[in-house]
């Protein structure tokens, strides 16, 4: 099959500042091009390094530092008139039209994430491809057009069956479009230290995210805090920053601030923002990972990766949380913060508690690969191609 990648606006196909889109896209990519189908991947770029997986197309950028004070004048016109949701959409529309009719021959299926505007445009270039509109996220539009939209999507692939239910009730989309399928581990670079099996006097916690409430790293220090005072000796590590294109200024943010005083304290080690190449090894040094999301999160990365890596995971019982992490995972209620210590202290205070549930965490990990992820997805673009006929072409979208 030949298959497009569409990555949204904001985001760069690249291990140094991309965030989870990106790394799903890489994924599945390079696991679709070792099962021979050609893959090619649209993105916006400003010079970055970007992932090899794929035949890779550069999209020309779309932002404030590189268009005139004309231009971005009537892109603003644009996006307010259509009520696109991000500014300098008619660019990247201009950019990834002008790529994709460049294609020696039409793709089989177009993938667009976290885009719910996009579909009706290809639709008019492409009438016979198959569309999918993969929803990393609760995604929220103001656009005009949108039930021409959503109608032009064959389907909607959702990260978890709580984007699931929160896409179909906000939009109505009949259920036969719609599709869960949770986020892969990747065990090539997310693999269990050596010595695994040997104890640590002092287990290490790991929190690895966006420094941000909604993600919970205070609650992190808090239980680690909350367990020295009981006794029981653990080290933290903190790695994140505000936001993966804006680093360098933590310190003007309060949250960061009062969290930073809170990590001196405790002597945690904060490594700040860490390059995705190097996430690998610094994940397998440790024993425990946090990841205790006040929001609904959808479905990280992060405890699939922890669990790859042989660490046991301590999650929110919130959003697409329960669903990735199944029974291996010790699943806590984040506004009951003794149930937090609690968790930490069983994993903390007893070394074959805590082997157990590393162990627990290698098998499930083992069993949610993203070469699974990718068998579901080749599967989910062949019933696609069987079961619905090509759409006819409709009339020209000039808005």
């Known amino acids: 099959m030949r298959i497009v990648q569409l990555n949204p606006l904001g985001e760069v196909y690249s291990s140094t500042c991309g965030g989870a889109i990106s790394t799903?896209?890489?994924?599945?990519?390079?696991?679709?091009?070792?099962?021979?189908?050609?893959?090619?991947?649209?993105?916006?770029?400003?010079?970055?390094?970007?992932?090899?997986e794929g035949r890779v197309v550069r999209l020309p950028p779309a932002d404030r530092h590189n268009l005139s004070f004309l231009r971005r004048r009537l892109s603003d016109l644009n996006r307010r008139l259509h009520r696109w949701d991000v500014h300098f959409y008619d660019v990247?529309?201009?950019?990834?039209?002008?790529?994709?009719?460049?294609?020696d021959n039409s793709p089989t299926a177009i993938i667009v994430h976290n885009d719910l505007i996009t579909p009706r445009y290809l639709r008019n270039i492409f009438p016979a491809s198959?569309?999918?509109c993969w929803l990393h996220n609760e995604q929220r539009t103001n656009h005009r057009h949108l039930a021409e939209s959503l109608e032009a999507a064959d389907a909607f692939m959702c990260v978890?069956?709580?984007i699931r239910r929160w896409t179909?009730?906000?939009?109505?989309?009949?259920?036969?479009?719609?599709?869960?399928?949770?986020?892969?581990?990747?065990?090539?670079?997310?693999?269990?230290?050596?010595?695994?099996?040997?104890?640590?006097?002092?287990?290490?916690?790991?929190?690895?995210?966006?420094?941000?409430?909604?993600k919970g790293p205070d609650l992190v220090v808090d239980a680690v805090a909350e367990l020295r005072r009981r006794g029981t000796p653990a080290h933290l590590t903190v790695a994140g920053s505000l936001w993966f294109q804006n680093r360098g200024n933590e310190m003007s943010d309060p949250f960061f601030r009062a969290l930073r005083e809170k990590m001196t304290a405790l002597g945690a080690d904060y490594r700040g923002h860490v390059p995705r190449r190097d996430v690998p090894e610094l994940v397998r040094q440790h024993d425990i990972v946090c990841v205790l999301s006040r929001s609904e999160d959808p479905c990280p990365l992060v405890p699939l990766e922890a669990m790859a890596s042989g660490c046991a995971v301590i999650a929110s019982r919130r959003g697409g949380l329960p669903q990735a992490c199944g029974s291996a995972a010790l699943l806590v209620d984040p506004d009951e913060f003794s149930s937090i210590v609690d968790a930490m202290q069983t994993l903390a205070g007893d070394p074959a508690t805590l082997?157990?549930?590393?162990?627990?965490?290698?098998?499930?990990?083992?069993?949610?690969?993203?070469?699974h992820r990718a068998n579901e997805l080749e599967q989910m673009l062949r019933d696609l191609v069987a079961a619905q006929p090509a759409q006819k072409k409709p009339a020209v979208v000039l808005a």
């Open 160 to 162: 978890s069956d709580h």
């Open 92 to 103: 990247y529309r201009s950019g990834y039209t002008e790529a994709l009719r460049t294609l």
């Open 355 to 371: 082997m157990a549930r590393k162990l627990l965490s290698l098998d499930h990990a083992r069993q949610n690969t993203w070469a």
């Open 24 to 52: 799903v896209i890489m994924q599945q990519t390079r696991h679709l091009a070792r099962r021979g189908h050609d893959v090619t991947v649209l993105t916006v770029t400003d010079g970055e390094e970007l992932y090899s």
């Open 168 to 214: 179909a009730s906000r939009y109505s989309i009949p259920d036969h479009k719609l599709r869960t399928m949770v986020n892969g581990a990747d065990v090539e670079a997310f693999t269990p230290r050596a010595d695994l099996n040997q104890a640590n006097c002092s287990p290490k916690v790991l929190f690895l995210g966006r420094i941000d409430p909604n």
């Open 130 to 132: 198959k569309i999918i």
